[in-house]
């Protein structure tokens, strides 16, 4: 079970880079996000400035929090469950507020429910080797 998590953990690991490089570098030349969506460019600036970011911003606020209060995270894993929870909730909100329910969107919100359940199983893995 311990190889079957660190195979998912270097699946997203690599997903994460992929896009990140993709994100950074290309994305002018290489809009991925329009080639593999449905999306047009107004509906992956709305899900960028209406998930990502505030994804991104609540997870900046619970870490300044957890400074502020004193405490460490318990595992290397943890700020990749916050952030990917982050993420999780604010596609909720979206998916009650604003977002379309449609493949896209939905196989985006499972990617990141399935990429916070493994970061959630590696920090009970790490946790337990640290106590």
């Not at 009650?96 to 920090?123: E, Q, S």
Request: glycine share 4%; with cysteine.
């Amino acid at each position: 079970m311990d190889k079957f998590f660190n195979i998912l953990l270097i699946i997203v690991a690599l997903y994460l880079a992929a896009r990140s490089i993709v994100g950074m570098f290309f994305y002018d030349q290489l809009p991925v996000p329009l080639i593999v969506t449905e999306f047009n460019v107004d509906q992956i600036n709305e899900y960028r400035a209406r998930v990502l970011l505030p994804g991104f911003f609540i997870t900046l606020i619970y870490f300044i929090f957890r400074f502020f209060s004193g405490k460490n995270p318990t595992s290397t894993m943890w700020p990749i469950y916050v952030s990917t929870l982050c993420l999780v909730i604010t596609h909720i909100i979206g998916f009650l507020v604003f977002l379309p329910f449609t493949k896209d969107t939905i196989i985006m919100f499972l990617i990141a429910l399935l990429i916070c359940l493994i970061a959630r199983f590696g920090h009970n893995k790490r946790k337990n080797e640290i106590f």
